[in-house]
């Protein structure tokens, strides 16, 4: 059984920071790609940022310059800084993973179950 636990979200101040992490845990052969997203209330939920491989980053136009995203390999866990955030930013954050339960096996898509972040003044 794969289990993503999110953890870092809160209430914070326009200009503030935040970082959010995703833990991984359970039968993993590897995994391919590690990826934020947000759904803020009456919104469809929308990718924030991802990485694959450990490596190759990518992200949604309105966060680029202030939200990092990064990896711990070791610890299959990603983490998301955020900086410089705004009331619009307020939303739930979601972690999802594609990884693969044995090596060379089909990969899965895993969600976990959100974390609130709130900028408000």
């Known amino acids: 059984q794969v289990q993503l636990m999110e953890s870092g979200g809160g209430l914070v101040q326009p200009g503030g920071s935040l970082r959010l992490s995703c833990a991984a845990s359970?039968?993993?052969?590897?995994?391919?790609?590690m990826g934020w997203y947000r759904q803020a209330p009456g919104k469809e939920r929308e990718l924030v940022a991802t990485?694959?491989?450990?490596?190759?980053?990518n992200y949604a136009d309105s966060v680029k310059g202030r939200f990092t995203i990064s990896r711990d390999n070791a610890k299959n866990t990603v983490y998301l800084q955020m900086n410089s955030l705004k009331p619009e930013d307020t939303a739930v954050y979601y972690c999802?993973?594609?990884?693969?339960?044995?090596?060379?096996?089909?990969?899965?898509?895993?969600w976990g179950q959100g974390t609130q972040v709130t900028v408000s003044s």
């Open positions: 999802r993973a594609l990884l693969f339960l044995r090596i060379g096996g089909p990969q899965y898509q895993y």
């Open positions: 359970g039968s993993i052969g590897g995994i391919n790609t």
């Open positions: 990485i694959i491989n450990g490596e190759r980053t």
